[in-house]
């Protein structure tokens, strides 16, 4: 049974730092990208940010490219996702997703989905 369990949301003001966490367990075989995605209230969900299956690639979204890292614990079979200088912007349900299809912007290539964790940044 696959599972994504993310953590690490919470309620924190404009400027500060959280560090999410995507704890995996039953992926089958060697994943082409894990990412996080997001999606605001009323907002389709957008790509983030995600690492390639090497852990050695790693792409942003242009709204947090400068202020993000996407990292990986192999050993834990975790994903973190840094997010600092956080914005009121920011605000959304954060999910981490795998893929085995290539394409790491695009949803439709991701085939397993955590439940997401709430990121509110108050102004």
């Known amino acids: 049974q696959v599972q994504l369990v993310e953590s690490g949301g919470g309620l924190v003001q404009a400027g500060n730092s959280l560090r999410l966490s995507c704890a995996t367990s039953?992926?089958?075989?060697?994943?082409?990208?894990m990412a996080w995605f997001r999606q605001a209230p009323t907002k389709e969900r957008e790509f983030v940010a995600a690492i390639s299956g090497s852990g050695l690639s790693t792409y942003y979204a242009d709204s947090v490219k400068a202020r993000s890292t996407i990292s990986r614990d192999t050993a834990k079979n975790t994903v973190y996702l840094q997010m600092n200088s956080l914005k009121p912007e920011d605000t959304a349900v954060y999910y981490c997703?795998?893929?085995?299809?290539?394409?790491?912007?695009?949803?439709?290539?991701?085939?397993?989905w955590g439940q997401g964790t709430q990121v509110t940044v108050s102004s």
């Open positions: 039953g992926l089958p075989g060697r994943y082409d990208y």
């Open positions: 997703a795998a893929n085995y299809r290539g394409g790491y912007a695009r949803i439709e290539n991701y085939a397993y």
